[in-house]
């Protein structure tokens, strides 16, 4: 692999000016890493070659009693030996090539994502429920004071006839309030014909629904709360325009090349001195096909900007 060119991104954040030799030195040890894991994976592939009277032995009778079956093994076998190889080649590139960036920009990064706060944005009822949850690409830091996380997260169902359905696909973000807040606030997509079961689960919780004179917001969300008072004054006319404005940060300006989010659902619950926002973009921002492209040095432009969008983000919604 060719070294990462010289390119600053200081013009993108000055707290990045100089990170360029740090993720030269990542790029090196990533390259060497990959280069082992190559080798050692074929050399294992190759320590079955004494198995090869054994699977003659089986092959034969499979060529006149299942002949589909034995030439299907044969590209299987390819297809998971690449499979195995490009997975962990992802994920390799974001543990080295991605936490410099993430340091220089006072972040901690982690390929792994935090899947505690993923379930808690479950029990919150802000994050569907009901299929298998992923967690990962978390980072955490600190924004005018206040201690925010961030993890990307999917949720599948697997059905019985091995088809997959996308419950969710986007992020989880918790903040802290500086100030706890006495009562618990949800705020839901608003649901249109769905909208009664909603609040009769919500009842059920000793919750009512709480509305606002703003119609553009009423439109677009649902609010319950215990205390009606307490969250009119959490939830003021600037704080609601400012989780409206969310999917402003997922403009094309702020995204790679190629990569277009055209609707962003947020949700949101606030209880005692904790946020939890839930956002469904439909994408991954962290895509580790994109990162395989390590060579491009454009793409450490375009993962500093995700981290910029992201604490930016987590800015406009500190309250």
Same mark, same amino acid.
């Given at each position: $692999? ?9 013009? @993108? ?46 092959? %034969? ?12 093994? @044969?590209?299987? &076998? ?18 080295? $090539? ?47 004071? @206040? ?41 839901? !997509? ?5 909208? $009664?079961?909603?609040?009769?689960? !919500?009842?059920?919780?000793?919750? !009512? ?58 949700? $949101? ?11 469904? &973009? ?20 375009? %993962? ?16």
């Amino acid at each position: $692999m060719a070294l990462l060119d010289q390119r600053s991104l200081h013009h @993108i954040d000055p707290r990045l000016a100089g990170v360029e030799m740090q993720l030269k030195e990542a790029y090196y040890n990533l390259d060497k890493t990959n280069s082992g894991f190559n080798t050692e994976l074929d050399n294992k592939l190759l320590s079955f070659k004494r198995y090869k009277w054994w699977a003659i032995g089986v092959a %034969i009778p499979l060529l006149f009693l299942a002949p589909f079956l034995l030439i299907s093994i @044969i590209p299987i &076998y390819f297809l998971l030996k690449h499979s195995l190889k490009s997975f962990t080649k992802g994920v390799l590139t974001r543990a080295y $090539m991605m936490a410099p960036i993430a340091s220089a920009l006072n972040l901690e990064y982690s390929v792994g994502g935090n899947l505690l706060i993923c379930e808690e944005a479950i029990s919150a009822g802000i994050l569907t429920k009901g299929g298998r949850a992923v967690a990962e690409d978390g980072f955490n830091g600190e924004v005018n004071g @206040i201690h925010f996380y961030f993890t990307e997260v999917h949720i599948r169902t697997l059905h019985q006839n091995n088809d997959s359905k996308r419950l969710f696909n986007g992020a989880v973000i918790k903040l802290s309030m500086p100030e706890p807040v006495d009562t618990p606030i949800v705020v839901l !997509q608003d649901a249109g014909l769905w909208n $009664m079961l909603i609040s009769r689960r !919500q009842s059920l919780k000793g919750l !009512q629904r709480v509305k606002f004179e703003k119609e553009d917001f009423e439109k677009e969300y649902q609010v319950y709360a215990k205390d009606e008072e307490t969250c009119r004054e959490v939830l003021t006319p600037e704080y609601m325009a400012k989780l409206s404005q969310v999917k402003t940060f997922f403009s094309s300006d702020n995204l790679p090349k190629g990569l277009k989010i055209p609707e962003v659902k947020a949700q $949101m619950f606030i209880e005692g001195s904790d946020i939890l926002i839930s956002l469904d &973009y439909g994408a991954n921002l962290f895509s580790p096909k994109k990162l395989a492209k390590e060579y491009d040095p454009s793409w450490a432009e375009d %993962i500093a900007k995700q981290f910029l969008l992201i604490e930016n983000l987590a800015k406009s919604l500190v309250h």
